[in-house]
Nanobody
Framework: QVQLVESGGGLVQSGGSLRLSCAAS????????MGWYRQAPGKQRELVAG???????NYADSVKGRFTISRDNANNTVFLQMNSLKPEDTAVYYC?????????????WGQGTQVTVSS
């Protein structure tokens, strides 16, 4: 069983930055996929960014050039550096992991962390 714990959310002004962290435990090998999804009120959950154990990344078009995903394989930790934040980035951000498949979403979810961007 894999447990994911997110941290780093909060309230920021438009144009500001936040760094989200997600620490995974319960896996004795590096997770094939780790990523971030978000869900805003009245919206579908969407992929924000994902990264494989080999470091291959993908991003939603809406965040490309502003957000950067990275991971520490040894510690099964994934990060999301969010710059130039916009009010439309406001959402609950969820960490996700897949144990052996290199795409998301996997079966493991964190509880979510709220990101609110004021105009």
């Amino acid at each position: 069983q894999v447990q994911l714990v997110e941290s780093g959310g909060g309230l920021v002004q438009s144009g500001g930055s936040l760094r989200l962290s997600c620490a995974a435990s319960g896996s004795d090998f590096s997770l094939a996929f780790m990523g971030w999804y978000r869900q805003a009120p009245g919206k579908q959950r969407e992929l924000v960014a994902g990264i494989t154990r080999g470091g291959i990344t993908n991003y939603a078009d809406s965040v490309k050039g502003r957000f950067t995903i990275s991971r520490d394989n040894a510690n099964n930790t994934v990060f999301l550096q969010m710059n130039s934040l916009k009010p439309e980035d406001t959402a609950v951000y969820y960490c996700n992991a897949n144990r052996i498949v290199r795409v998301g979403p996997g079966n493991y979810w964190g509880q979510g962390t709220q990101v609110t961007v004021s105009s």
